[in-house]
């Protein structure tokens, strides 16, 4: 093994990590120097920055002709979002979840999955498909823009003592810098666990489902981790929630329109990868909803499932014989999750009464 694999894992992994707190610094302050809500901030400017390497994997691949990765990357990376990153955040610190995620945001998401599915079922998401996809976040992002604007007069009509504010450039300045170091530290971060993974003899399909498959998803991690160990909770659901709706608006959307002949859906992610994306968006619901909070038991219920799919997954694609032997057991960790989620809504069902 090369000293400089090494030297590009330990780089990346500290490009990240500064990376996701200048970040946070930038959009925090950011927000508060536009007289409006971190949680804006995190669901438009952090969300679509972190989406970055998804952007670019998917449509260069679709513009390359690999069409079946940017529906891959796209799927994978939201369950990530949510089940991973989601649940690793709500483990750093307990997350308190704006009613705006549960009446807009979550809808708008679970709509959105479902409409993949839909536009999958005849086995390709046409440019006709990708037109509309695009359209629908570029409406979501002119809604938020509304809202932004909307929040930013009540701030300054209700606010006689705000301190000055930071200089806007500076801000973004900020931003720029800590989401080029995510983008640079994860792509040196997936090279190196990549190197290290051939080294050790892993197969290039085990590498593809889980190095990289969680390597474009590094950003949204490092970052929302980050904002959730510094309080900027808003910022830390936000951009987790903006990252699956800008992945399946503008990622997957961009990504068929440029397509020459559409973005072909495997028959596995139709009847696999799509319905469990949609299980995880819906699943949101029951845990934002008990008291608007995600407590650290959900981000554990949430981490396990993120375990039990990657497991089947690999298992599934090396066509494993232990795949026969384990479904019992992945059947019953899943079955414990969604029985823990369904008392997360009778507890706020008796609240309500």
Known sequence: MELMTLLLLVIGL?????????????????????????????????????SAPEMSVSV???????????????????????????????????????????????????????????????????????????????????????????????VVEGADDIAPPQPLWKNIILIVVGLVMLVVGSQWLVDG?????????????????????????????????????????????????????????????????????GLPVAQSSLVVDIPVMILVAFACLPVFLANYTVTRSDGVAFLVCYVVYVLYVVLAAQQSAMLATMMPFLLIVVAVCVTWWMLEVLRYLRRQA
């Open 14 to 50: 500290v490009l990240l990590t500064f990376g996701a707190d200048v970040l946070v610094k930038g959009a925090s302050s950011l927000a508060g120097s536009l007289g409006i809500s971190p949680l804006i901030i995190g669901l438009t400017v952090v969300a679509f920055g972190t």
């Open 60 to 154: 260069s691949s679709a513009y390359k002709g690999s069409a079946e990765i940017a529906v891959g990357n796209v799927v994978g990376s939201n369950i990530c979002n949510v089940l991973l990153i989601l649940g690793l955040s709500a483990i750093a610190a307990s997350l308190v979840v704006q009613k705006q995620l549960v009446r807009f945001d979550i809808p708008i998401m679970i709509y959105g999955s479902l409409l993949v599915l839909l536009m999958s079922i005849d086995g390709q998401i046409s440019r006709f498909d990708g037109l509309l996809l695009f359209a629908g976040i570029i409406a979501y992002t002119v809604f938020l823009i509304k809202e932004a604007r909307r929040q930013g007069v009540a």
């Open 193 to 261: 666990a990549v190197e290290i993974a051939k080294y050790f003899g892993l197969s290039e399909l085990v590498i593809g489902l889980t190095i990289v498959a969680v390597g474009t998803s590094l950003p949204e991690l490092a970052t929302s981790v980050m904002a959730s160990l510094k309080g900027e909770r808003d910022i830390a659901v936000g951009n987790i929630l903006g990252s699956n709706i800008f992945n399946i608006g503008a990622v997957l959307g961009l990504s068929g329109l440029i397509a020459p002949d």
